[in-house]
């Protein structure tokens, strides 16, 4: 960690650590990065300190599972949307902590935007998260009657052309 989680404040480390025990990763590094900002820590650096407090805790972090993708579920999960579901996306994110994982959104018209339905990520003994992610995406899109749109399935690429602008 490199000293920076002995320069938190004991209540940053508190705070950070209940986010930790609650599999709560982002609210832990921006916890953390809040705090050591003005001391020249970087993103990067805020998600190795939070990786260094998962392995630290160890068996206590009450992991969440990972979300289900089967279509029940994830038409669900759209149904309860504050719009109409236009299409369904997958899309590739990543981070220091996790590397590639694909979200799947539903792009949204009337109000326009979109709604997050899932994250797929690398697992063990799984299919790739691309693999997984388009199937459980086109099916899903094949119940709702919509088009399914995953600009790069076999290759990483955030900035694959979005469904709007394809």
């Known amino acids: 960690m490199s000293g920076w989680w002995t320069r938190l404040e004991e209540r940053t480390r508190q705070e950070v650590d209940a986010s930790v025990l609650d599999d709560r990763r982002m609210a832990a590094v ?6 050591l900002r003005p001391l020249g820590l970087g993103l990067r650096e805020a998600e190795q300190v939070v990786h260094a407090r998962y392995e630290a805790l160890g068996d206590r972090v009450r992991r969440r599972p990972p979300d ?14 504050p719009g109409r579901v236009a299409a369904v996306e997958a899309l590739w994110d990543g981070d220091t902590v996790h590397d590639w994982f694909v979200v799947l959104v539903a792009v949204l018209d009337d109000p326009a935007g979109e ?26 899109a094949d119940s709702l009657g919509v088009p399914f749109h995953f600009a790069s399935p076999d290759v990483p690429d955030d900035r694959a052309p979005r469904w709007r602008t394809a």
């Open 30 to 35: 921006k916890a953390v990065r809040e705090a």
């Open 68 to 81: 289900p993708l089967d279509v029940p579920l994830l038409t669900a999960r759209a149904a309860a949307l």
């Open 115 to 140: 709604g997050h339905l899932a994250t797929v990520h690398h697992r063990p003994g799984a299919p790739p998260p691309g693999t997984a992610a388009a199937e459980a995406g086109r099916a899903l």
